[in-house]
């Protein structure tokens, strides 16, 4: 009996899905604004290897969309609409956090992270 009690509710049991894919762009970009002394080099546009991190909802366990898929459209995507011949994303000013907003708009994401170097960064979640 409590084993069957047992299997009873692992099947009514409900549950959030996620898709997950992380992958890398080389990018540019700068804080114009910047008025913080020690970390005025920020104005000017510098160089990162932008990693980010993508969730999307699925409803079931056959996924809605393909992960390899979803990457590949991502990655294109940055490259198409910021990249240069060298596969260099120039974001200007954008800042991590307006990458990851972009991108949770444009994709359907319930969730980004964007950092830069692997160190620091943003991520926003959908509400």
Aim: charged letters at 35%; proline letters at 2%.
């Amino acid at each position: 009996m409590l084993i069957m009690e047992g299997k009873r509710n692992r099947s009514e049991a409900k549950f959030e899905k996620s898709i997950v894919v992380k992958l890398q762009v080389e990018g540019l970009h700068a804080w114009p604004d910047c008025n913080i002394e020690e970390v005025g080099f920020l104005k000017n546009i510098h160089r990162h290897i932008f990693h980010i991190t993508c969730k999307k909802e699925v409803s079931h366990n056959n996924r809605d969309i393909e992960i390899i898929r979803l990457k590949r459209e991502i990655k294109t995507k940055l490259l198409f609409q910021f990249g240069n011949p060298d596969r260099v994303c120039n974001f200007k000013n954008m800042s991590c956090e307006d990458i990851a907003e972009m991108l949770i708009k444009d994709f359907k994401l319930n969730y980004c992270e964007v950092l830069e170097d692997n160190e620091n960064g943003a991520e926003i979640k959908k509400i």
